[in-house]
């Protein structure tokens, strides 16, 4: 993490340093157009192209936390696994961790279908699929 907030700050100075020398060159060149002015503005492009760079990366990896934050609490709720003797807010029984990963493969499939406009399919993809997303062992998926 740490690099990646130095690879932001470094962007950003770079960025603040192009646009003064672009100020700077303005004012030396009493506002006429030179080739210092060219130069100047060209650098604080590639800076400017260089700091959103950086941001894009920094929310990049801030979005890859929330959600590696939000499946530990996912997880650690629907197994249970919270602080000891705090009860799950859902007040539904915990299940195990091998469980929620297989119903999570299973609505991932169904997503990647429904993305990819087979929409169609995705309603039959539950029985051929019916062995990779649903185990019969699991009380939970038998029929009421």
């Given amino acids: 993490m740490d690099n990646v907030v130095?690879?932001?700050?470094n962007a950003y100075?770079?960025?603040?340093?192009?646009?003064?020398?672009?100020?700077?060159?303005?004012e030396s060149a009493g506002a006429q157009k030179t080739t210092a002015t060219d130069v100047a503005l060209e650098n604080f492009?590639?800076?400017w192209e260089l700091f959103r760079v950086a941001c894009d990366q920094a929310e990049e990896f801030v979005e890859s936390l929330?959600?590696?934050i939000g499946?530990?609490?996912l997880v650690d709720e629907a197994t249970g696994a919270g602080k000891p003797g705090q009860a799950t807010m859902t007040g539904l029984p915990p299940i195990s961790a091998v469980r929620l990963e297989q119903m999570s493969k299973a609505v991932r499939w169904l997503v990647i279908e429904l993305?990819?406009?087979?929409g169609a399919t995705a309603a039959n993809s539950s029985q051929s699929h019916a062995s990779a997303p649903f185990d019969a062992r699991f009380s939970e998926d038998s029929a009421p």
């Fill in 6 to 9: 130095d690879s932001l700050n």
């Fill in 13 to 26: 100075q770079d960025f603040i340093a192009a646009a003064s020398t672009v100020l700077e060159a303005k």
């Fill in 45 to 47: 492009k590639q800076k």
């Fill in 66 to 68: 929330k959600q590696r």
């Fill in 71 to 73: 499946s530990e609490c």
């Fill in 115 to 118: 993305q990819n406009g087979s």
